[in-house]
T-cell receptor
């Protein structure tokens, strides 16, 4: 079971790039890494998913090193509306779903 | 767009009551999940279902049961509610039976208070 560890909180300013790292030392061969965003009073929303190397979509990039023991979510040029809790999920073939405790990102003006 | 609907946003019940939380998804997803979310603890999986009438325990199933009689509906049952079950409950669904690379779609949660 791949336990995940994330920073509890991060602050950033509008327009900056933000990188949030998740550690998952016991990740299994078949595990994928998925990141979700959650606003207050809403359920989490899918942002990006990857298995190895780098994945990019219209809102974020995900960097995964060769050993896959960590991953980094990169948000380019954040705005105030990116203030949210970000969760790293390692999902595996053993039907074990392990969410991290989340990182509260606060974007300041 | 996938929609996962939880029947109540807020619910207040008394200790010892039997409580039903209902969840419906409209995209014919095979998998459905129930989580609880508590401050500092993130999301913890209670139960999940990969097919009608099929269920598996998650990390914290004690005190809960589930029912999936139809593909689109997944119910969480608190047989005898206790105050330590006061929490935010989140339902989710995903497309197929392969877990590894299927993004989950979440409802907006039910905030349950047990008095």
């Amino acid at each position: 079971l791949a336990k995940t560890t994330q920073p509890i909180s991060m602050d950033s300013y509008e327009g900056q790039e933000v990188n949030i790292t998740c550690s998952h030392n016991n990740i299994a061969t078949n595990d994928y890494i998925t990141w979700y965003q959650q606003f207050p009073s809403q359920g989490p929303r899918f942002i990006i998913q990857g298995y190895k190397t780098k994945v990019t979509n219209e809102v974020a990039s995900l960097f995964i090193p060769a050993d896959r023991k960590s991953s980094t979510l990169s948000l380019p040029r954040v705005s105030l509306s990116d203030t949210a809790v970000y969760y790293c999920l390692v999902s595996g073939s053993a039907r074990q779903l392990t969410f991290g405790s989340g990182t509260q990102l606060t974007v300041l003006p | 767009d996938v929609k996962v609907t939880q029947s109540s946003r807020y619910l207040v019940k008394r200790t010892g009551e039997k409580v039903f939380l209902e969840c419906v998804q409209d995209m014919d997803h095979e998998n459905m999940f129930w989580y609880r979310q508590d401050p500092g603890l993130g999301l913890r999986l209670i139960y999940f279902s990969y097919d009608v009438k099929m269920k598996e325990k998650g990390d914290i199933p004690e005190g809960y049961s589930v029912s999936r009689e139809k593909k689109e509906r997944f119910s969480l049952i608190l047989e005898s509610a206790s105050t330590n079950q006061t929490s935010m409950y989140l339902c989710a669904s995903s497309l197929t039976a392969g877990f590894s690379n299927q993004p989950q779609h979440f409802g907006d949660g039910t905030r349950l208070s047990i008095l």
